[in-house]
């Protein structure tokens, strides 16, 4: 059974920055697709960065130059930082791993996702 847990988020001024990390229990990351998606009140769910096995990173346009994901695969961690936070990337976000090649196109989906984390809050 595989589980992910993130941590890092919290509060911060506009400006900011936050850094978020997402374990995970099993060696999943070595073939593991992973993205970080958000959810703000009354809002759908939206992929904002997603790695691959091979570290090709994917980004939403809206945070394109401000965020970066990474991965650590020894240490079975997927990171995102995040700089020049702005209030409307206030939302709860969630790391979620698909074991297994994503194509390009889907990589910020939602439903491409099997294994999920229990979400982070971050406010700006």
């Known amino acids: 059974h595989v589980q992910l847990v993130e941590s890092g988020g919290g509060s911060v001024q506009a400006g900011g920055s936050l850094r978020l990390s997402c374990g995970a229990s099993g060696s999943i990351y070595g073939d593991a697709c992973v993205g970080w998606l958000r959810q703000a009140p009354g809002k759908e769910r939206e992929g904002v960065a997603a790695i691959d096995s091979d570290g090709i990173a994917s980004y939403a346009d809206s945070v394109k130059g401000r965020f970066t994901v990474s991965r650590d695969n020894a240490n079975n961690t997927v990171n995102l930082m995040m700089n020049s936070l702005k209030p409307e990337d206030s939302a709860v976000y969630y790391c979620?791993?698909?074991?297994?090649?994503?194509?390009?196109?889907?990589?910020?989906?939602?439903?491409?996702?099997?294994?999920w984390g229990q979400g982070t809050q971050v406010t700006v």
């Open positions: 979620a791993a698909h074991v297994g090649w994503v194509s390009l196109g889907r990589r910020l989906s939602q439903y491409e996702y099997i294994y």
